[in-house]
């Protein structure tokens, strides 16, 4: 027979809630997604490396690259949670499927339709095609990047292009009302070799700047 400690020493083994694995796995996938979105917002909102650098640019007391590092590092540890969440719940996850395929035969489209849409957004972005290019047209304004209305997202629609960053100099000097000539010249003092024909993203990647807004700033008198 037992006695009345051994009684609630039982009781208490049964109701005091276990470590969970399973669970801290999940509870790191929510807190390092978290913390992504923060430091991506950061990111986003941060002007390029140069300029954060000169003048010293700050969210909440971090620097744009200790953001970078923060987002970086929780990143990494979605990564491995997600693997171990994986391992977990390897067993259910195969019997999931085997049970939908049982019940439906033969591909299932939404997977290759994700793939297809995820595949159009990484091409659209980095092509700056519309409708992709609004949202870095407004990244680059926020940051104070545009200069004028021109290049807003309904005039780049107007003339068929996505962002301004696919304009060429010649271009974009003709619909601001800068000289061809006069902008080379301002470019070649900054060390920029350029061509009327190159477009101001090529400008950027090809001399060390992260947004054609930069490109943008060195024409201005």
């Known amino acids: 027979m037992q006695s009345n400690r051994e009684r609630r020493t039982h009781i208490n083994s049964q109701t005091k809630p276990q ?3 399973r669970a801290l796995t999940s509870t790191c996938a929510a807190v390092s997604f978290l ?5 991506g917002v950061a990111m986003f909102l941060a002007p390029s ?10 969210m909440w007391g971090l620097s744009k690259a200790a953001w970078q590092d923060l987002h970086l590092v929780f990143s ?20 999931y499927l085997k049970a939908r395929a049982a019940e439906h035969r033969g591909i299932r ?42 290049a807003s997202p309904d005039h780049a629609a107007a003339q068929g292009k996505g962002g301004f960053g696919q304009k060429t100099l010649a271009q974009y000097c003709s619909e601001q009302g800068l000289n061809l000539d006069t902008a080379l010249a301002r470019l070649l003092a900054k060390g920029i070799k350029a061509s009327k024909s190159d477009t101001l993203r090529q400008l950027a990647d ?12 060195l024409l201005q008198p």
Do not use: K
């Not at 490396?49 to 700050?58: G, H, K, M, V, Y």
């Not at 090809?206 to 700033?217: A, D, K, L, T």
């Open 109 to 150: 489209w939404e997977w290759p339709a994700a793939l297809l849409l995820g595949a159009l957004i990484w091409v659209g972005t980095r092509r700056e095609t519309l409708p992709f290019s609004w949202l870095l047209d407004w990244r680059e304004r926020f940051h104070g990047g545009q200069c004028g209305t021109d």
């Open 206 to 217: 090809n001399n060390g700047y992260e947004r054609p807004s930069e490109i943008i700033r």
């Open 76 to 95: 990494a540890l979605f990564l491995i949670v997600a693997v171990i969440h994986t391992v977990f719940n390897w067993r259910p996850m195969v019997n």
């Open 35 to 39: 913390a992504m979105v923060i430091s």
């Open 19 to 21: 470590f969970s694995g």
């Open 49 to 58: 490396t140069r300029i954060a650098r000169e003048i010293n640019w700050q």
